[in-house]
């Protein structure tokens, strides 16, 4: 098993409506969860970060439910621009690690159409 | 503008060539990574390093080598020994090795001739 696993998609989505889509996480210690986007050939960059249940930024909310160890990013009002790829991505390290390892989703892909 | 840029964009390599991308930053950052990404998959690590002079093994460190001479920056050598190196190479700085966020250059895309 994948220890981050993500529906690759395509989400296809009129513009102006809302998506939803879900990451779930093999290690029930994980600590830290991210959402990153990443456009067509391009480099990840980060969207958010989601400490503890979860948190929103503009039209964008992640939430994070530790009993069903998965994570959530939901888009309200999708613009033409927000067409990209969303990796998921798990801190695994643990208090007494040396380093904090991240460990990336495949990603979803989602596709805004006019 | 600070930054992580890594070059060539593209790159070509022959078979049982050496290839050697580029990494370099001026966000003086302590750690630097490299990632491949291929398709249908996450990225996995390569290798990483947390301050200059020393650097680790990550996931799939076979067939790659690594330095770390400056602070600034982190080559990444493609031996003759990685059988499949057609991928997307990422290269990320963080300010520590704790620190999660990490910043991404553009990529470097390699192919093999």
């Known amino acids: 098993r994948k220890e981050v696993e993500q529906d690759p998609g395509p989400f296809n989505v009129p513009e102006g409506a809302t998506v939803a889509f879900n990451c779930t996480y093999s290690n029930s210690a994980s600590q830290s969860f991210f959402w990153y986007r990443q456009d067509c050939r391009k480099e990840p960059k980060l969207l958010m970060s989601?400490?503890?249940s979860g948190n929103e930024d503009g039209r964008f909310t992640a939430q994070l439910n530790r009993a069903s160890q998965y994570i959530s990013l939901l888009i309200r009002d999708s613009k033409l621009s927000d067409s990209a790829t969303y990796l998921c991505?798990?801190?695994?390290?643990?208090?007494?690690?040396?380093?904090?390892?991240?460990?990336f989703g495949a990603g979803t892909q989602v596709v805004v159409t006019p | 503008d600070g930054g992580i840029t890594q070059s060539p964009k593209y790159l070509f390599r022959k078979e049982g060539q050496n290839v050697t991308l580029s990494c370099e930053q001026n966000?003086?950052?302590?750690?630097m990574y490299w990632y491949r990404q291929d398709p249908g998959q996450g990225l996995r690590l390569i290798y990483y390093s947390q301050i200059v002079n020393d650097f680790q093994k990550g996931d799939i460190a076979e067939g790659y080598s690594v330095s770390r001479e400056k602070k600034e920056s982190f080559p990444l050598t493609v031996t003759s020994a990685q059988k499949n190196p057609t991928a997307f190479y990422l290269c990320?700085?963080?300010?520590?090795?704790?620190?999660?966020?990490?910043?991404f250059g553009p990529g470097t895309r390699l192919l093999v001739l």
């Open positions: 966000l003086n950052h302590d750690a």
């Open positions: 990320a700085s963080s300010p520590g090795v704790f620190q999660e966020t990490q910043y």
């Open positions: 989601v400490y503890s």
């Open positions: 991505v798990v801190n695994n390290a643990q208090p007494t690690d040396s380093w904090g390892k991240l460990q």
